[in-house]
């Protein structure tokens, strides 16, 4: 039972374009969303989160959007470098469990 | 700020033998998370502690995984007897708190032969 999809296993995106991750829940009582980031043989690192009261949360190139009506989030990269490229993975919880569960990852090209 | 210190970075053992990891949180964080990631999914969670007590361990197949945080900042991670779905890396977190953004080790890759 997956609770947190991430449906794109990879995207290609031409440097200086908007790079778009989306991810999809399962489970309405999550209200805390997290993106990290992943390169090879490195740990995940935190890039950006989203509180379930708020709808959209900037931090210089990196927006996400939460749809919690659609039960959707998504990652706005703009624009995209080549520093870009790598695994990002979608997490989520809910205030009565902290644990987090996570997506599969999205691979992110970024082409020159 | 040092990060979260993860050894070994590699191992390699044969099914049927045991093996341990060890971690070192970022100074201050309270809360230590082992996770275990198979290739091509997210991590997993197997155990997480609040200084040195567990707060959550219902994923960790207690028959042959053990964790301690004996005095609440260094972690250590066994596996005995290992099995063949055992390969994964095995990733440190740590934070100051359970609703704050966790801080990963960059994981131990063990291969099971």
């Known amino acids: 039972d997956q609770q947190v999809k991430q449906n794109s296993p990879s995207l290609s995106v031409q440097e200086g374009r908007i790079s778009i991750l989306n991810c999809d829940y399962t489970?309405?009582?999550?209200?805390?969303f997290l993106w990290y980031k992943k390169y090879p043989a490195e740990g995940p690192t935190f890039l950006i989160s989203?509180?379930?009261i708020k709808d959209k949360n900037e931090d210089g190139r990196f927006t996400v959007f939460l749809n919690k009506s659609a039960k959707h989030l998504s990652l706005h990269i703009v624009p995209s470098q080549p520093g870009d490229s790598a695994v990002y993975f979608c997490?989520?919880?809910?205030?009565?469990?902290?644990?987090?569960?996570w997506g599969a990852g999205t691979k992110l090209i970024i082409k020159p | 700020e040092a990060g979260v210190a993860q050894s070994p970075r590699y191992k390699i053992i044969e099914k049927r033998q045991s093996v341990a990891f060890w971690c070192n949180p970022i100074?201050?964080?309270?809360?230590l998370y082992w996770y275990q990631q198979i290739l091509g999914q997210g991590p997993k969670l197997l155990i997480q502690?609040?200084?040195?007590?567990?707060?959550?361990d219902s994923q960790l197949p207690k028959d042959r995984f053990s964790a301690e945080r004996l005095k609440g900042v260094d972690s250590t991670l066994k596996i005995q007897p290992a099995k063949l779905e055992d390969s994964a890396v095995y990733l440190c977190?740590?934070?100051?708190?359970?609703?704050?953004?966790?801080?990963f080790g960059d994981g131990t890759r063990l291969s099971i032969l």
């Open positions: 502690f609040q200084n040195n007590g567990v707060v959550d």
């Open positions: 989203i509180s379930s």
């Open positions: 489970n309405s009582m999550f209200d805390y």
């Open positions: 977190a740590s934070s100051y708190g359970t609703d704050q953004p966790q801080h």
């Open positions: 100074s201050g964080h309270a809360t």
């Open positions: 997490a989520a919880s809910g205030q009565s469990n902290y644990q987090l569960i």
